[in-house]
């Protein structure tokens, strides 16, 4: 029994060792390139967007929560192409989930919604929060209001649906303001 004990422990100590040594691999190999996309994204953000008003963040961690790094993730790695070109979709959300789960190790929680905020999609061209607040609410990024940063938070999720349809964007902002309320 003592023997059999002996190598259960071992071979758990064995495990981990592996598993922390193809983490360290995973993390050098393809999550070090993604951070130098990170960085640069980050530099090329616009100061509003690097600073990201309280009211915004607040939202858009109320709505996004875990789902953030993941994001974030995909559409760093959907910018290098030769990271991710050719893999299967199986091997390639895999690896978005292990860049997506590492990434907080390396950023922090600012730095990934700054990330998402210079990043999203928001519809007819326009690429980030701060292009969008001027484009879709009419002010800059650093004076939307509480609805104005729903109506942007929802509009990321979808922008061709909601910017089709202002009644149900509307009506999905205040849903996002009323949950925040809770």
């Given at each position: 029994?003592?023997?059999?004990?002996?190598?259960?422990?071992?071979?758990?100590?064995?495990?981990?060792?592996?598993?922390?040594?193809?983490?360290?691999?995973?993390?050098?190999?393809?999550?070090?390139?993604?951070?130098?996309k990170a960085e640069?994204?980050?530099?090329?953000?616009?100061?509003?967007?690097?600073?990201?008003?309280?009211?915004?963040?607040?939202?858009?961690?109320?709505?996004?929560?875990?789902?953030?790094?993941?994001?974030?993730?995909r559409r760093l790695?959907?910018?290098?192409?030769?990271?991710?070109?050719?893999?299967?979709?199986?091997?390639?959300?895999?690896?978005?989930?292990?860049?997506?789960?590492?990434?907080?190790?390396?950023?922090?929680?600012?730095?990934?919604?700054?990330?998402?905020?210079?990043?999203?999609?928001?519809?007819?061209?326009?690429?980030?929060?701060?292009?969008?607040?001027?484009?879709?609410v009419g002010v800059?990024?650093?004076?939307?209001?509480?609805?104005?940063?729903?109506?942007?938070?929802?509009?990321?999720?979808?922008?061709?649906?909601?910017?089709?349809?202002?009644?149900?964007?509307?009506?999905?902002?205040?849903?996002?303001?009323?949950?925040?309320?809770?």
């Open positions: 029994m003592r023997r059999l004990l002996s190598s259960i422990a071992i071979a758990i100590v064995v495990g981990a060792l592996l598993l922390t040594v193809a983490v360290a691999a995973f993390d050098r190999v393809v999550v070090a390139p993604t951070l130098l640069a994204a980050l530099a090329a953000a616009t100061p509003s967007e690097q600073a990201l008003p309280q009211v915004l963040k607040v939202i858009l961690n109320r709505s996004l929560g875990t789902q953030l790094k993941y994001l974030v993730a790695l959907e910018a290098s192409p030769n990271q991710i070109g050719g893999m299967k979709t199986t091997s390639r959300q895999f690896t978005e989930l292990g860049v997506g789960l590492l990434l907080p190790l390396h950023l922090s929680a600012e730095q990934l919604l700054s990330l998402h905020a210079s990043q999203a999609y928001m519809g007819r061209g326009v690429r980030g929060f701060a292009q969008a607040a001027d484009a879709h800059s990024l650093a004076q939307v209001s509480s609805i104005q940063a729903a109506r942007l938070v929802v509009i990321s999720r979808a922008p061709a649906a909601y910017l089709e349809s202002p009644e149900r964007l509307e009506r999905h902002a205040q849903a996002l303001l009323v949950e925040q309320a809770k």
